[in-house]
């Protein structure tokens, strides 16, 4: 019974290689979430998908792109991995303009680029 | 986005002890959020505040919402080594919007 739940948890990787981590809610969300999470704890807006639509972009390089199949998914996909690309992703949701709108964050992604 | 200034950075107590942190932005925020983050986890939301002067308590947590909507503060009372973790403020402009998160504060709850 999963609110949002990521695979894989941990990821290392060689640098240059390109890969993915996906995303699921079965909380009947519509407005999903990447965010960073930086080694000092710092939390930061990726980007954020509404009924499958792109609405925030935040200055993120462009090999980062996610892909939102339906409105219980979103993924991110990560091309030519880099040193400083290693970090914590987090997925989160909400029912946007619901009655008290709150973000509801996954377990996380570690994302080690060797 | 703009970071919001979360303090203090860390605590150390006593088990016992009651604990209060802070968050300011030098711009209104509509939503403040308090989550708590264990090791290897996300954070999970402890409480969320609507309303500009609103106070409200979720067990042993109590937290308000600045009545200049750039401000709020958590208040954990008698703490509990499982109180261990840390704590992040954070704020949101418009509905559906991203969070914008403080640097967050580090708990640690000795026996």
């Known amino acids: 019974d999963t609110a949002v739940s990521q695979t894989p948890k941990y990821l290392v990787t060689q640098m240059g290689n390109d890969k993915s981590i996906k995303c699921e809610q079965n909380?009947?969300?519509?407005?999903m979430y990447w965010y960073k999470q930086d080694s000092k704890k710092f939390l930061k807006i990726m980007f954020s998908?509404?009924?499958?639509?792109?609405?925030i972009n935040e200055t993120v390089p462009n090999r980062f792109s996610p892909k939102s199949p339906d409105k219980a998914h979103l993924n991110l996909h990560i091309n030519s991995l880099e040193l400083g690309d290693s970090a914590v992703y987090f997925c989160?949701?909400?029912?946007?303009?619901?009655?008290?709108?709150?973000?509801?964050f996954g377990p996380g992604t570690r994302l080690l680029v060797l | 986005g703009q970071q919001l200034n979360q303090s203090p950075q860390s605590m150390f107590i006593q088990e016992g002890e009651d604990v209060s942190m802070n968050c300011t932005s030098s711009?209104?925020?509509?939503?403040w959020l308090w989550y708590k983050q264990d090791p290897g986890e996300g954070p999970v939301l402890l409480i969320a505040?609507?309303?500009?002067?609103e106070l409200t308590s979720n067990g042993r947590l109590t937290a308000q919402f600045g009545t200049t909507r750039k401000d709020s503060f958590l208040n954990i009372s008698a703490s509990i080594p499982s109180d261990v973790g840390i704590y992040f403020c954070?704020?949101?402009?418009?509905?559906?919007?991203?969070?914008?998160f403080g640097k967050g504060t580090s708990l640690l709850v000795t026996p």
């Open positions: 954070a704020g949101q402009k418009v509905p559906g919007y991203a969070l914008n």
């Open positions: 998908y509404n009924n499958k639509e792109l609405i």
């Open positions: 711009s209104i925020f509509n939503t």
């Open positions: 505040l609507y309303k500009a002067g």
């Open positions: 909380l009947g969300h519509d407005t």
């Open positions: 989160a949701s909400t029912l946007y303009g619901g009655p008290q709108e709150t973000q509801y």
